[in-house]
């Protein structure tokens, strides 16, 4: 026992010991209690079942013992309900043993649950940002967050890159102003890229950080790999890999997941589906149905790679690539739990899909790990809090505006311009009406986001794309793209792994009434494609054809698939963007090898084609572009003096050659005015910055075509 666990409050040390069977803490959990107990934000790493949550608890309720709480004494905020409610059990196993009251707050509680009595809070309060940001404008609730000490974010990576995080940032800076000093912040997170920088973006400046990071002992890991053409055989193969075994599948969309779904219906046994538009219940059901005996399986996507429990797994089944390294450790880490060796499955398209997997693998045998990029220009949040301010106050002055943007650490980086821009477009366009030097919301505010007593401005999660498909009875089957809705008509689809009819809808509800269908329903689809493999994977891959081979051990018929891939591409550098041209229809058409992503070939293909002024569009993939019909003679070099031409351009020069993207990219984006939306865009959106940092830093190479030509895009 060391000296930490024995110096806890002793209730805590009973449920410790008596309750979880524990004699001792775990190095994550004893190196956390001593950077909490030291007042320091914290931010821990360490992977799936790794003792995060412990770590985060245990000091905060020893010192809520220790010192008592007359209010809430520490919230746990979460990027998911589902993952509260499902942590919901492993916190009252803490504190109700000791006399702690914890409480859920968030929409799919019942309001009567939430609320409390004056001068009776919990303890802790497990909530979401969205249920924060209305608890806070409550009387009772905010007055009894003033004396918060502790805040945990659970999943923090998964806030880091989005607007949705700079909300998170903005709700924790108001929290400090009503406590009336920094609360201290413990974040739980998987293993990024740059964790230095993620802990300094979440602790803000000047406040002591610590990051607490334990090295993973080596582990044996098993994987298999299964390359077929043939979409019947890949459905076999996943079948004969979970037959009688616990089994997660994951793919990459939501669509590719009601495909697998009804695909291996009857084939599987215990078989469920678990994607982000589905209903809470139907996701629970399947939670739920790997803690029993015997087999389960669960097709799903990335929202199971997220912290919910769901016990011992036999296999981790990957159907094609993942999209990164941070995608990937979290999926593997959901198997091999209690003395197993981790053991993940690949179903494989073609040799392309597992060349990629071998560049995932690699990379994170290396420890390279997708760096977080923070948003920087998060005007849409900007306006948020501008409507909030002034829907709090009823109306609002552009100093008290000023004053109050200006008292948040998060906004502050903004330029001092940006605001004045912002508040004479709302008031031009009538999102804000002025009485003298006083603004309050104005019809165009109150069309766009007055539903409901200003609900809407309680997220910055832009809504409004998706229907929800409940039954004649009321209840709730998941939800549906509107894009989808209208193309389908009434007609069948299927949802949740089952078949479905559509026999009305309400567009002004954004509902549709569905029935069990009779026949097999068509495939649903969702707005959003893939994002592609990150630059940390498309770099990987590079390095493995430069140098002929990959470090994995990997079975001779694994190896000829590999090899066809490199003898079908000429010779590679480990760095840098090959060009060459082959003999098309009429004119010559060039390809353009860059390992750079799909997003930033999408930037590079868009640039690219306004320079050329050509009528055919530049097509692109993760690893390459494809110029068809350029020139008659000379593609490569017209090609190679084009990208020379870009890799000359200032951010700004490149961001005026990209497409203004719609308003309603972003929830509040029609209430911005261009000149901001463009801004936002080049820097949160196209990462323009990075982009620029990695396209133009790159030799260009004008290489020989292949000797045998074949179908040289992927």
């Known amino acids: 026992m060391t000296g930490i666990f024995s110096s806890l409050q002793e209730s805590l040390q009973e449920v410790l010991v008596h309750r979880l069977g524990w004699s001792d803490l775990r190095e994550v959990q004893s190196l956390t209690y001593r950077e909490v107990s030291g007042g320091k934000d914290v931010m821990v790493i360490a992977p799936t079942a790794g003792g995060k949550t412990e770590a985060a608890l245990i000091p905060v309720i020893d010192r809520i013992l220790k010192e008592g709480s007359p209010g809430v004494a520490c919230l746990y905020i979460s990027p998911l309900k589902a993952l509260i409610n499902d942590q919901e059990d492993r916190f009252r196993s803490f504190a109700i043993p000791t006399g702690l009251e914890v409480r859920m707050w968030h929409g799919d509680v019942p309001r009567g649950d939430r609320t409390w009595e004056d001068g009776e809070p919990p303890h802790i309060l497990m909530i979401t940002p969205e249920s924060l940001e209305v608890l806070m404008g409550e009387g009772i609730g905010?007055?009894?967050?003033?004396?918060?000490?502790f805040v945990i974010v659970d999943e923090l990576h998964a806030f880091v890159e989005s607007e949705r995080g700079v909300h998170l940032r903005v709700l924790l800076d108001r929290l400090d102003r009503i406590a009336g000093r920094h609360v201290q912040r413990i974040g739980l997170s998987a293993t990024v890229g740059n964790p230095e920088e993620v802990l300094a973006w979440f602790s803000g400046e000047g406040n002591a950080q610590e990051l607490v990071r334990v090295a993973v002992p080596p582990r044996e890991k098993r994987f298999s790999f299964?390359?077929?053409?043939?979409?019947?055989?890949?459905?076999?193969?996943?079948?004969?890999?979970?037959?009688?075994?616990?089994?997660?599948?994951?793919?990459?969309?939501?669509?590719?997941?009601?495909?697998?779904?009804?695909?291996?219906?009857?084939?599987?046994?215990?078989?469920?589906?678990?994607?982000?538009?589905?209903?809470?219940?139907?996701?629970?059901?399947?939670?739920?149905?790997?803690?029993g005996e015997g087999s389960a399986c669960i097709i799903c996507t990335s929202t199971l790679e997220l912290g919910i429990d769901i016990g011992d797994l036999d296999v981790v089944v990957q159907l094609g690539s993942p999209a990164s390294v941070s995608s990937f450790l979290q999926r593997m880490g959901r198997s091999g739990r209690r003395g197993k060796s981790p053991y993940m499955s690949f179903v494989l398209t073609d040799a392309w899909d597992f060349l990629l997997c071998t560049a995932v693998i690699e990379s994170a045998s290396r420890k390279r790990v997708e760096p977080l990029i923070p948003t920087r220009r998060p005007y849409n949040v900007m306006a948020q809090q501008v409507f909030l301010e002034t829907v709090r106050h009823r109306r609002?002055?552009?100093?008290?505006?000023?004053?109050?943007?200006?008292?948040?650490?998060?906004?502050?980086?903004?330029?001092?311009?940006?605001?004045?821009?912002?508040?004479?477009?709302?008031?031009?366009?009538?999102?804000?009406?002025?009485?003298?030097?006083?603004?309050?919301?104005?019809?165009?505010?109150?069309?766009?986001?007055?539903?409901?007593n200003w609900k809407d401005l309680y997220s910055v999660i832009r809504g409004g794309g998706e229907y929800r498909a409940v039954t004649p009875d009321g209840d709730l089957v998941g939800r549906l793209d509107a894009r989808f809705v209208a193309s389908r008509g009434e007609g069948s689809f299927s949802l949740g792994g089952k078949d479905w009819t559509l026999i009305k809808s309400d567009e002004a509800h954004n509902i549709v009434v569905v029935v069990p269908g009779d026949t097999a329903g068509r495939k649903a689809f969702w707005t959003g494609g893939q994002a592609g493999s990150s630059p940390v994977i498309c770099q990987a891959v590079q390095r493995i054809l430069a140098r002929g081979r990959?470090?994995?051990?990997?079975?001779?018929?694994?190896?000829?698939?590999?090899?066809?891939?490199?003898?079908?591409?000429?010779?590679?550098?480990?760095?840098?963007?090959?060009?060459?041209?082959v003999q098309g229809a009429r004119k010559m058409d060039a390809i353009a090898l860059t390992f750079l992503s799909r997003a930033d070939n999408s930037l590079l293909a868009a640039m690219a084609g306004r320079v050329l002024g050509e009528k055919n569009r530049v097509r692109y993939d993760d690893l390459s572009l494809f110029f068809p019909g350029i020139v008659k003679e000379g593609a490569a070099d017209r090609v190679l003096s084009v990208l020379r031409h870009l890799q000359g351009l200032s951010v700004s020069e490149m961001a005026d050659l990209l497409p203004m993207p719609a308003p309603e990219t972003w929830k509040f984006g029609p209430a911005l005015p261009s000149p901001l939306i463009r801004e936002m865009a080049a820097a949160d959106m196209w990462h323009l910055e990075e982009f620029a940092a990695r396209f133009s830093a790159l030799p260009l190479y004008h290489v020989p075509p292949p000797a045998i030509e074949g179908e040289t895009e992927k």
Request: proline content about 5%; aromatic content about 4%.
């Open 142 to 149: 905010s007055r009894d967050l003033r004396h918060a000490r």
């Open 226 to 291: 299964y390359i077929e053409g043939d979409e019947r055989r890949r459905m076999a193969a996943i079948a004969r890999i979970v037959a009688g075994r616990k089994a997660l599948v994951f793919v990459n969309s939501r669509a590719e997941a009601e495909q697998v779904v009804r695909a291996l219906r009857g084939r599987v046994a215990h078989l469920f589906v678990h994607h982000s538009s589905l209903s809470a219940e139907m996701r629970r059901n399947a939670e739920e149905s790997m803690a």
């Open 396 to 452: 609002t002055t552009r100093s008290r505006l000023r004053s109050y943007l200006g008292s948040l650490p998060s906004m502050r980086p903004l330029p001092e311009s940006a605001l004045d821009l912002l508040v004479g477009h709302l008031e031009q366009e009538k999102f804000l009406v002025r009485d003298g030097e006083m603004f309050m919301p104005g019809p165009q505010m109150e069309a766009l986001y007055g539903r409901s």
């Open 550 to 581: 990959t470090l994995l051990p990997i079975l001779p018929d694994q190896e000829e698939a590999l090899m066809g891939v490199i003898s079908s591409l000429p010779r590679l550098h480990a760095r840098g963007i090959h060009v060459w041209e």
